[in-house]
């Protein structure tokens, strides 16, 4: 499967189980830090009780185990975009730590 249609089933996932939620796919937001547009998979905004909520979710279809270096750069991004979760979904599990 190639990364598109990865990234597009995991948004339909998403909109097919919180159709309630706003769901958009390949957003481009912009960063509070960096002062750039950041693109981001899918975001999902909600409300829960009475008070908006913004999840990113980064979809990684790669034949290797992501490294920590990976994981930072999406907390990074998370902190920039200012949502309050995030979801780094991948075809594998992430690196040991040595």
Same mark, same amino acid.
């Given at each position: 499967m190639?990364? @598109? !249609?990865?990234? !597009? *089933? &995991?948004?339909?996932?998403?909109?097919?189980?919180y /159709?309630?939620?706003?769901?958009k796919? %390949?957003v *481009?937001?912009?960063? #509070?830090?960096s002062k @750039?547009? #950041?693109?981001?998979?899918? =975001?999902? *905004? %909600?409300?829960?009780?009475?008070?908006?909520?913004k999840?990113a979710?980064?979809? !990684?279809?790669? /034949?290797k @185990?992501?490294?920590? @270096?990976?994981? *930072? /750069?999406?907390? $990074?991004?998370l902190?920039?975009?200012?949502?309050?979760?995030? =979801? =780094? &979904?991948?075809? !594998?599990? $992430?690196?040991? #730590?040595?």
């Amino acid at each position: 499967m190639n990364w @598109k !249609k990865y990234e !597009k *089933e &995991i948004y339909q996932y998403f909109s097919n189980n919180y /159709s309630g939620a706003s769901v958009k796919y %390949d957003v *481009e937001v912009h960063g #509070r830090y960096s002062k @750039k547009q #950041r693109q981001i998979d899918i =975001l999902i *905004e %909600d409300e829960v009780a009475g008070y908006p909520i913004k999840v990113a979710v980064d979809a !990684k279809n790669f /034949s290797k @185990k992501i490294n920590v @270096k990976c994981v *930072e /750069s999406f907390i $990074s991004m998370l902190e920039d975009i200012d949502v309050h979760q995030g =979801l =780094l &979904i991948t075809m !594998k599990d $992430s690196q040991k #730590r040595q």
